[in-house]
């Protein structure tokens, strides 16, 4: 079956997904794997509901075991969450995402109240980016410990600066044609060519 290629992704999957997602891959037995996860994690319908730092790192260790273990030879590289703050710092000023956050409830954790200048909503959209960074720092402690079948994007990806241009105007929240063009360019680039 060489030469294939499937995705495992599922719409709004989280880390806790990875371990039954990490199976399924085994059992394509697949020689290269790409994971990136967390973006829903930390974008949840309240700040409360953000997985936590160490429920995060038990899912990707839980997963990246079982992909160890069952595809000793594959490689994993494992990308970094995009900075889902820089969202609403370029999408604050426009009507149309405010909109599109409201009324489909997008990552509330973070963009509620998006005009706001309140301390507390500014306190808040700061800890859900800290979130944020503590997942990437989990991946790429996680993919350390893997070993050297596993390459970390070196927060190639959150380090990118997104404009809205490259943002779905449906919900702007997802990556449209432009931004998953960028994402795949960055990830390759920051990444080993095995």
């Known amino acids: 079956m060489s030469g294939r290629n499937y995705n495992q992704a599922k719409s709004g999957a989280k880390a806790a997904d990875m371990p039954g997602q990490a199976t399924a891959v085994v059992g394509r037995n697949a020689d290269y794997v790409t994971i990136l996860i967390g973006a829903n994690d930390a974008c949840t319908s309240s700040e409360a509901g953000m997985t936590s730092v160490a429920g995060f790192r038990a899912s990707i260790d839980t997963a990246l075991a079982t992909l160890k273990s069952g595809l000793p030879n594959a490689r994993v590289a494992l990308i970094s969450i995009p900075d889902v703050k820089r969202l609403w710092e370029v999408g604050k000023g426009s009507s ?20 706001s200048t309140a301390a507390a909503d500014v306190a808040r959209r700061d800890r859900v980016r800290q979130r944020v960074v503590d997942f990437n720092a989990q991946l790429a402690q996680a993919c350390a410990a893997y070993g050297s079948n596993c390459d970390f994007d070196d927060n190639a990806v959150f380090g990118y600066p997104f404009a809205l241009s490259q943002v779905s105007t449906w919900d702007y929240f997802h990556p449209n044609t432009a931004g998953q063009a960028v994402l795949a360019q960055i990830s390759y680039a920051a990444g080993h060519n095995w």
Do not use: E, K
């Open 96 to 115: 149309s995402a405010r909109s599109a956050w409201s009324l489909f409830g997008i990552c509330q954790s973070l963009l509620a109240n998006p005009t």
